[in-house]
C-alpha cells in the first residue's frame, strides 16, 4: 500500500486542536499525537499494554457476570435486548 503524502493530512483541524504527526522510533508508522515528547505510535508491540494486572473496575467479575453488566449499560441506555443467535466472524 502505497504511503499518503503528508500534505494530504495538512488540514486545520488537526493544527487547530494541538496535533503534531509523528513517526513511530518503532515500527515506522505515523501518527498524530497532542504530546509533543511522544517517541512510539501507542500500539502493541511499540507500547506495552498498560491494561493487564490494572482492571478498570473495583471488582473481578466472572464472564457470565460481566455480559449481564455489559447488557445492563445498554439496557440502561434506551437499547433493545434480542435473543442470542449465531454469528460467524469474517476478516479480510
Same mark, same amino acid.
Given at each position: 500500500?502505497?504511503?499518503?503524502?503528508?500534505?494530504?493530512?495538512?488540514?486545520?483541524?488537526?493544527?487547530? /486542536? *494541538?496535533?503534531?504527526?509523528?513517526?513511530?522510533?518503532?515500527?515506522?508508522?505515523?501518527? $498524530?499525537?497532542?504530546?509533543?515528547?511522544?517517541?512510539?505510535?501507542?500500539?502493541?508491540?511499540?507500547?506495552?499494554?498498560?491494561?493487564?494486572?490494572?482492571?478498570?473496575?473495583?471488582? /473481578?467479575?466472572?464472564?457470565?457476570? !460481566?455480559?449481564?453488566?455489559? !447488557?445492563? %449499560?445498554?439496557?440502561?441506555? *434506551?437499547?433493545?435486548?434480542?435473543?442470542? %443467535?449465531?454469528?460467524?466472524? /469474517? $476478516?479480510?
Amino acid at each position: 500500500m502505497p504511503e499518503i503524502s503528508p500534505e494530504e493530512f495538512a488540514i486545520p483541524f488537526f493544527a487547530e /486542536r *494541538g496535533f503534531t504527526r509523528r513517526k513511530c522510533v518503532s515500527c515506522g508508522s505515523n501518527f $498524530w499525537t497532542e504530546k509533543p515528547d511522544q517517541q512510539t505510535c501507542g500500539e502493541a508491540p511499540c507500547e506495552p499494554y498498560t491494561f493487564i494486572g490494572n482492571p478498570p473496575t473495583k471488582r /473481578r467479575y466472572t464472564v457470565p457476570e !460481566m455480559r449481564i453488566q455489559f !447488557m445492563d %449499560y445498554f439496557a440502561e441506555k *434506551g437499547h433493545t435486548r434480542i435473543p442470542p %443467535y449465531p454469528v460467524v466472524a /469474517r $476478516w479480510r
